[in-house]
């Protein structure tokens, strides 16, 4: 009879204590966690945890808390479908990420027909949120917002220069590089080159031959910091004296790891730093504290948990879609860009992008800072 009262009390428990763990709210965030975009996925993982854990300190989401788990796509599109498939699999209602247009896009498809909201910290491709899906949320600019504000620079700063326009055949990287130049050519400025290039090339002693035989000294470039750094590196070694411009794809401190001192002077787009922003003072200084720089798209995705948190909390439940309309309906939301609120796509209504230029700071470690 004891044994038998035991055993209900311990079954009753065993309930219980499973009830609780499948009441976590299951949040997933994908990226390139490995590969040569790893800092990127390093930026939205500690961006996404460290919120989970401040969200979950303050009570949850709705009383509930956030369980974290991380999927690697490696910046490529296969991998990112497998890692949805995953997320669905692993009962994940909402998703932090992914990095890469190119991977945010068909991952998106997957998340809608499985009930999932995304919300990226970093695709800026506009089809991500035109193709009338109602899961697809992003807390970063659109690249037809940020080349137009390259072009339009491109044209007042150096409209006599002979400019190149490079990218790297990727949905973000030639879109990107597009914008930018149909942006450019509305302002009355002609491109003297307009090249692709592979990721992960390495040798551009090539495309650099062409350049200067072409007098180029300003080279516009749509793609990542990987490439990027190469290049500025390779210019300069190859005594071509062109200033490389691009756009939020480069900034990454690693860039001044790859391109060495010939990172100063280059020039790149992006969001007002939120790490200058006063009111991140403790927040920056508690990821510092843990040993990471909360650089590039570390507080957008601290951000899109944010949002997440407090439009379900809006909403008054922690059902995607209803999360996904009070979005829509319920905003501004607090966030660590400000205050967030969003349009019937599912873009942000943040400032535009600014102008930022790479510099040796006090410390001797070259970074962006904003133009002056």
Not at 141 to 150: F, L
Not at 312 to 335: H, I, L, N, W, Y
């Amino acid at each position: 009879m004891k044994k038998s009262l035991l055993s209900a009390v311990a079954l009753t428990a065993l309930v219980a204590f499973s009830g609780s763990a499948w009441a976590d709210i299951i949040i997933g965030v994908a990226g390139p966690v490995t590969g040569p975009n790893a800092a990127f996925g390093a930026q939205l993982q500690k961006g996404a945890e460290q919120a989970a854990a401040d969200i979950n300190a303050a009570g949850g989401i709705n009383g509930e808390q956030v369980k974290v788990v991380v999927g690697d796509d490696v910046s490529d599109p296969k991998q990112g479908i497998s890692v949805a498939n995953k997320f669905v699999a692993d009962g994940v209602k909402f998703v932090v990420g992914h990095f890469n247009s190119g991977v945010s896009i068909p991952a998106s498809e997957v998340y809608a027909e499985n009930g999932i909201l995304e919300i990226t910290p970093a695709a800026t491709n506009p089809t991500f949120t035109e193709r009338g899906l109602w899961n697809t949320f992003r807390t970063c600019g659109r690249d037809d917002q940020q080349g137009g504000i390259a072009g339009a620079y491109l044209a007042e700063n150096f409209k006599d220069a002979k400019i190149a326009v490079v990218h790297d055949k990727t949905t973000y990287g030639q879109g990107l590089a597009d914008e930018t130049k149909k942006a450019m050519n509305a302002a009355g400025v002609t491109e003297a080159m307009y090249e692709g290039v592979n990721v992960g090339d390495k040798d551009f002693s090539a495309l650099i031959a062409k350049m200067k035989e072409a007098g180029v000294s300003i080279v516009y470039w749509g793609g990542l910091h990987t490439e990027a750094g190469l290049i500025i590196r390779q210019l300069a070694d190859q005594g071509l004296k062109a200033t490389l411009i691009s756009g939020d794809g480069i900034v990454s401190n690693e860039l001044a790891s790859i391109a060495g001192d010939a990172v100063a002077g280059t020039l790149n787009t992006f969001g007002p730093d939120p790490r200058l922003n006063p009111a991140n003072k403790d927040l920056v200084e508690k990821f510092r504290a843990a040993g990471f720089e909360p650089e590039a798209y570390t507080l957008y995705s601290y951000a899109a948990m944010q949002v997440i948190a407090a439009a379900a909390k809006a909403a008054g439940s922690v059902d995607p879609q209803e999360v996904a309309k009070a979005m829509k309906e319920k905003g501004p939301f607090p966030t660590a860009l400000g205050d967030m609120g969003f349009d019937e796509k599912g873009d942000p209504k943040l400032p535009g992008y600014v102008m930022y230029e790479w510099k040796k700071g006090d410390d001797g470690k070259y970074t962006y800072v904003p133009k002056s």
